[in-house]
């Protein structure tokens, strides 16, 4: 699977947006980006996808560079409860078989009240 | 719609010992996978199991063993027990037949190997 880049971790204050930045240079045409985060005590949970176009949908945007070399997570409002280990993940489904999530260290997200 | 759901939360056993975890996948899924987290790392795959068979495999020793029932529930089975096994282990459910976007993630169970 292809690697992705995030930063650390990332600081917001509560009812502002948060951009969540995602580097992944060595994207195949074929590899979908999506957004994992995992609030503490819990398992991962499924965020957003997109391959090429801008996606909305309940809980985030995601916004993809033209050349698809990076994207954003955005948050309009963030909320206690976003604070989270967000993780960006690239799938190859091409193969017919991408079975699994390859996940890095993610970025700690910190909601200030 | 129930969610995913693993059993115990909770397990404490010596070096040496086997473990198993349980995990029952949310209604409709026939895919179940499982990882593995250490403290302060990202989940790692272990393996995927799809309508009963095994479907791929991460970098896991053969101690590292599963099963897939015809509800779809499974299991994950480690022997042998090592300190470094001790984690939080994470099992996924998803549809299978179409693309996979979406995995839905239990809570974990946290196994401490004394």
């Known amino acids: 699977d292809a690697k992705t880049t995030q930063p650390n971790s990332m600081e917001s204050n509560e009812e502002e947006p948060v951009h969540l930045p995602c580097n992944h240079s060595t994207i195949s045409g074929t590899d979908y980006i999506h957004w994992y985060r995992q609030l503490p005590s819990q398992g991962p949970e499924y965020v957003i996808h997109g391959l090429t176009s801008n996606v909305n949908n309940r809980m985030a945007s995601l916004a993809i560079a033209e050349d698809r070399k990076s994207s954003t997570l955005i948050l309009h409002r963030a909320t206690l409860r976003d604070a989270a280990v967000y993780y960006c993940?690239?799938?190859?489904?091409?193969?017919?078989?991408?079975?699994?999530?390859?996940f890095g260290k993610g970025t700690l997200l910190t909601v200030n009240p | 719609e129930t969610g995913v759901t693993q059993s115990p939360t909770h397990l404490i056993k010596t070096r040496g010992q086997q473990v198993t975890l349980r995990c029952s996948s949310q209604?409709?899924?026939?895919?179940v996978s499982w990882y593995q987290q250490a403290l302060g790392q990202g989940p790692q795959f272990i393996f995927q199991?799809?309508?009963?068979?095994?479907?791929g495999r991460g970098n896991f020793p053969p101690r590292f063993s599963g099963l897939q029932f015809p509800n779809y529930s499974s299991e994950l089975n480690v022997n042998a027990l090592e300190l470094d096994d001790s984690a939080l282990y994470l099992c996924?459910?998803?549809?299978?037949?179409?693309?996979?976007?979406?995995?839905?993630f239990g809570p974990g169970t946290r196994l401490t190997v004394l």
């Open positions: 199991y799809y309508r009963e068979e095994e479907n």
């Open positions: 996924a459910s998803s549809r299978g037949g179409d693309v996979p976007h979406e995995q839905f």
């Open positions: 209604s409709g899924h026939n895919t």
């Open positions: 993940i690239l799938r190859d489904f091409s193969g017919g078989s991408n079975y699994k999530l390859t």
